[in-house]
Antibody, heavy 120, light 110 residues
């Protein structure tokens, strides 16, 4: 059974760097054709795809946020880490990590999400 | 990349059918058969309902179906039920090897 869970700070100050961890079980990121992505959703607004990391360490980023995002994996810990620099109040959102179904190109298992608020 | 375009809201009565459109470009929706649809109830994580334009994951009701024509994909829900009331988002793979979501559509079951 695949599960994912996001963890990290619930409150960050403007200009700080956000670090979120996705801890998963039921699959391994060292297995071919496996990937994990991050998606966020500001309160009352739409989903926004942020980043994705493949089993072979290939990484993809949202073009609009590429300069601020970094995604990494720790296969020994079954974790994926997302960092977002220079946080701004507009980055206030629920951040989700999700398992990517490689052959179908969709996100089939999602974490519960974690709400991050940016405020001084 | 710009968000895919969806109607802000649609509504229908129980038993009726509704269709939600999702318009992109030849760089995303029109260029790949990698369109997926997600259902999201308030306070919950999204759930995939359709993938690869027309495919339903195991466990998803056959009342949900997907299609595509040119740069526009569509999600149809037949035999509307109260439990279908939710937000729906489309998503597509893009030629930049990234993903893009739509702006979301709020479905109201009257």
């Amino acid at each position: 059974q695949i599960t994912l869970k996001e963890s990290g700070p619930t409150l960050v100050k403007p200009t700080q760097t956000l670090t979120l961890t996705c801890t998963f079980s039921g699959f391994s990121l060292s297995t071919t054709e496996v990937a994990v992505g991050w998606i966020r959703q500001p309160p009352g607004k739409a989903l926004e795809w942020l980043a994705l990391i493949y089993w072979d360490d290939d990484k993809r980023y949202s073009p609009s946020l590429k300069s601020r995002l970094t995604i990494t994996k720790d296969t020994s810990k079954n974790q994926v880490v997302l960092t977002l620099t220079n946080m701004d109040p507009v980055d206030t959102a629920t951040y989700y990590c999700a398992h990517y179904h490689y052959s179908g190109s969709y996100f089939d298992y999602w974490g519960q999400g974690t709400l991050v608020t940016v405020s001084s | 990349q710009s968000a895919l375009t969806q109607p802000a809201s649609v509504s229908g009565s129980p038993g009726q059918s509704i269709t939600i459109s999702c318009t992109g470009t030849s760089s995303d929706v029109g260029g790949y058969n990698f369109v997926s649809w997600y259902q999201q109830h308030p306070g919950k994580a999204p759930k995939v309902m359709i993938y690869d334009v027309t495919n339903r994951p195991s466990g998803v009701s056959s009342r949900f179906s997907g299609s595509k024509s040119g740069n526009t994909a569509s999600l149809t829900i037949s035999g509307l039920q109260a439990e279908d009331e939710a937000d729906y988002y489309c998503s597509s793979y893009t030629n930049s090897r990234t993903w893009v979501f739509g702006g979301g559509t709020k479905l109201t079951v009257l």
